[in-house]
């Protein structure tokens, strides 16, 4: 036990001497010297255990929130260890040799991408949008829909966020039917600084709707000199009409709509790290970059470098080929079928069927993409995926029509044979 270091292993003997005194006074009998030190190691093992691990997404859910959302491209990882293995220039410049700015690293290729004049990268969306709604209007009115009063995975809620940032919110319209005389009205009412549209990602609104076009309320608004935020949530550089998909709003899109700033999340559609994204009119950026809550939510140097590589495959035009979430986007039924069927007659067992991904990550509600699956009839399928979750490196998959399967839409190529080790190991 003496890789853990002495304090530790002391801690661990102590607290098995405290169970075992605890179990001998209820009639428990004591345990040799062996049993002691083996408890102990146990216990320093689970101690030292670590809690965040990778695991093998075979769920078919493409942007899984609970699993990480969207894993990295190889180039990403690559460029996350260059500038964590070693000191880096995060806020340093090079060509002047004095301290620079981290704010530049993402900025120039995401106003490339977009056409934005300027963007800010901070550690999240929520990030965004509360560092947008402060800097602009802390203790101003800030107009926005009723049928856009969403809440989001974890229990986020856009009027919470607006309340938090200072901003006072004005509701407009009804749940289902909003209408630009709702945002005329309200405007001359009572002075608005800030109109914000928030995407419906994770939900569907069908029937008796109305709601007016991003560019109509720009319109509206920009009459009158009032900016337009427009929180997209996930936030797509590709239209995934092209894959059979409803289409998701694109930033490019809104920013053509006349949105003056447009926020969106780095870690799901876009296929990069955990980040918020926001990328708009340059004045407006210049008061978010000095407002003092831009420190407290920046991103660090792994996301930014991580960020920056992601969005290289974008102005590369190989988005589909080097970022996962694209290549299982576009990944054919066909080529789907064939992983499947090379599956199935590798472990001799299992059978594959026709079935659904769905892209995930609180985007594109209620669509799916066709794939097939491994289908394993197991009589106790439930401990079949407690097994596999116990792995070393586990294995997710999920439970269909009484029966475990497996979508290799969402398994990395590299990832393959660790899956169908663990399935003939389990069965």
């Known amino acids: 036990m003496t890789e853990y270091g002495r304090t530790l292993t002391l801690d661990a003997l102590r607290s098995v001497l405290d169970d075992i005194r605890s179990a001998v006074l209820q009639g428990i009998a004591l345990p040799g010297v062996d049993g002691i030190l083996g408890a102990a190691a146990t216990k320093l093992q689970n101690w030292v255990a670590p809690t965040l691990i990778g695991v093998i997404n075979a769920s078919g859910v493409i942007v899984h929130t609970n699993l990480g959302r969207a894993p990295l491209s190889a180039a990403a990882l690559e460029a996350a260890q260059s500038v964590s293995t070693g000191y880096s220039n995060l806020e340093y410049d090079l060509d002047k040799g004095q301290r620079g700015s981290r704010l530049s690293h993402a900025g120039v290729l995401l106003t490339r991408l977009t056409g934005a004049e300027d963007a800010l990268v901070v550690n999240n969306n929520a990030a965004a949008v509360l560092l947008a709604l402060t800097a602009l209007a802390q203790r101003r009115r800030v107009l926005i829909a009723r049928s856009q009063l969403v809440e989001i995975g974890g229990g986020f809620r856009v009027p919470d966020v607006m309340k938090q940032s200072g901003a006072k919110l004005v509701e407009i319209g009804a749940t289902n039917r909003v209408h630009l005389r709702d945002y005329q009205q309200a405007m001359d009412e009572q002075p608005i600084k800030l109109v914000m549209r928030a995407h419906r990602s994770n939900f569907a609104m069908i029937g008796f709707i109305a709601e007016p076009s991003l560019?109509?309320?720009?319109?509206?608004?920009?009459?009158?000199?009032?900016?337009?935020?427009?929180?997209?949530?996930?936030?797509?550089?590709?239209?995934?009409?092209?894959?059979?998909?409803?289409?998701?709003?694109?930033?490019?899109?809104?920013?053509?709509?006349?949105?003056?700033?447009?926020?969106?999340?780095?870690?799901?559609?876009?296929?990069?790290?955990?980040?918020?994204?926001?990328?708009?009119?340059?004045?407006?950026?210049?008061?978010?970059?000095?407002?003092?809550?831009?420190?407290?939510?920046?991103?660090?140097?792994?996301?930014?470098?991580?960020?920056?590589?992601?969005l290289l495959h974008y102005l590369k035009d190989e988005a589909e080929s080097e970022i996962p979430v694209w290549r299982m986007i576009s990944a054919s039924p066909t080529d789907v079928q064939q992983r499947a069927q090379g599956w199935a007659?590798?472990?001799?067992?299992?059978?594959?069927?026709?079935?659904?991904?769905?892209?995930?990550?609180?985007?594109?509600?209620?669509?799916?993409?066709?794939?097939?699956?491994?289908?394993?009839?197991?009589?106790?399928?439930?401990?079949?995926?407690?097994?596999?979750?116990?792995?070393?490196?586990?294995?997710?998959?999920?439970?269909?029509?009484?029966?475990?399967?497996?979508?290799?839409?969402?398994?990395?190529?590299?990832?393959?044979?660790?899956?169908?080790?663990?399935?003939?190991?389990?069965?």
């Not at 997209?232 to 700033?261: C, F, M, N």
């Not at 009839?377 to 998959?397: E, F, Q, S, Y």
């Open 215 to 310: 560019a109509e309320i720009v319109n509206v608004a920009h009459s009158v000199e009032v900016p337009v935020l427009d929180d997209l949530g996930s936030g797509t550089l590709i239209d995934t009409a092209k894959y059979g998909l409803l289409h998701e709003p694109t930033i490019q899109e809104s920013l053509a709509d006349g949105a003056d700033l447009v926020c969106f999340s780095g870690d799901k559609l876009l296929g990069g790290p955990q980040a918020g994204i926001i990328v708009g009119r340059s004045d407006l950026m210049t008061k978010l970059k000095k407002h003092p809550l831009a420190r407290a939510v920046r991103a660090d140097k792994l996301a930014l470098a991580a960020l920056s590589a992601t």
């Open 345 to 427: 007659a590798h472990l001799g067992f299992g059978s594959v069927i026709s079935g659904e991904s769905t892209v995930g990550g609180g985007s594109l509600p209620g669509e799916s993409l066709p794939t097939y699956l491994l289908t394993i009839d197991h009589p106790h399928p439930d401990t079949l995926m407690k097994h596999l979750r116990a792995l070393p490196i586990p294995v997710i998959g999920r439970i269909q029509d009484g029966k475990a399967v497996f979508d290799p839409r969402t398994v990395l190529p590299e990832q393959e044979n660790i899956v169908l080790q663990a399935l003939q190991d389990n069965l």
